[in-house]
């Protein structure tokens, strides 16, 4: 595996690679659901570049830049063994200039959801993943569902700007006890642990319903909040797969979408029924 942390020279080198590229962009402090982008990117191209890049631009002041978790030499263990190509590990200072030409989230869209306590947020991300696809020139680029939103703008940006990449969607990978893998677990506390099954119990409260074919996303929100009492609710939403608002849950084209504090820990998690 060929280490590369300086963009150029990650472009230069990847110029020399005929065959399909995969990609997996991630922010580091590897775990299962990253793996399993991984795999995926390994089953489905010949070769694959994985980045790991804790990105200044999509974390707002006084959220956990600085102390967002990091596993340097695991990470570079894990990808070794999961047989990627290129590791990219670039520094901020390799992949911003002072005053820099970026892209905008979608006005709506990038502002709802997670965009409401976090603006700016979802334009960072596209910022990067922009430069990153542009360094890489992937044939395919691997996300979690696990970020709903996320994937859903990017595919967005693929299709606004015609950029020539297609986006796979790979399912959220969950620990034995239902809980959505996430670098930030490592932040929660063994209670906390057991407070944040409440997120993925109220997931399976919507699918309960929905079984016995209670539509209404009104009754849904609201039962999903009685399982997720006492924690902080960020939003609780049901909309369509084009993330639009829908009164009627519509089978096979809805995600049903949460996020909670669990003490400042922020959690997301999200079903697509
Ligand atoms: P991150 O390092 O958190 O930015 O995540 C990098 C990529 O891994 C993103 O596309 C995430 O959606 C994806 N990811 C994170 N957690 C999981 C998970 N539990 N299952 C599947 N994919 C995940």
């Not at 869209?109 to 306590?117: A, C, F, I, K, M």
């Not at 990067?128 to 691997?142: E, G, I």
Request: glycine share 6%; with cysteine; aromatic share 6%.
């Amino acid at each position: 595996m060929k280490i590369i942390r300086e963009p150029l020279a990650l472009k230069e080198y990847l110029q020399t690679v005929k065959s399909r590229l995969g990609f997996v962009p991630t922010m580091g402090a590897l775990h299962e659901g990253h793996l399993s982008l991984i795999q995926k990117a390994k089953a489905e191209n010949d070769f694959v570049v994985v980045s790991i890049f804790v990105n200044p631009t999509q974390f707002l002041q006084g959220e956990d830049l600085e102390s967002y978790p990091k596993k340097e030499a695991a990470d570079i263990k894990i990808c070794e063994l999961a047989g990627v190509d290129v590791l990219f590990m670039p520094n901020a200072s390799a992949m911003y200039e002072k005053d820099e030409v970026s892209l905008q989230a979608p006005n709506v869209r990038g502002y709802v959801l997670e965009g409401t306590s976090r603006p700016g947020h979802f334009s960072g991300v596209l910022t990067v993943v922009m430069k990153l696809l542009n360094l890489v020139n992937p044939s395919r680029a691997y996300f979690g569902k696990k970020d709903a939103q996320q994937l859903h703008l990017i595919g967005l940006m693929v299709k606004n700007l015609y950029m020539n990449v297609t986006i796979v969607a790979v399912d959220t990978v969950r620990e034995s006890d239902g809980l959505a893998m996430s670098s930030r677990n490592v932040y929660l506390s063994k209670e906390e642990h057991q407070e944040a099954l409440k997120i993925s119990a109220s997931l399976k409260t919507a699918t309960n319903l929905v079984m016995q074919k209670n539509f209404s996303v009104a009754e849904i929100k609201a039962a999903m909040r009685q399982t997720l009492a006492p924690l902080e609710v960020v939003y609780v939403e049901i909309l369509n797969r084009d993330f639009e608002p829908l009164h009627e849950l519509e089978v096979g084209n809805s995600v049903i979408l949460v996020e909670a504090l669990v003490g400042s820990t922020r959690l997301l998690d999200n079903i697509w029924l």
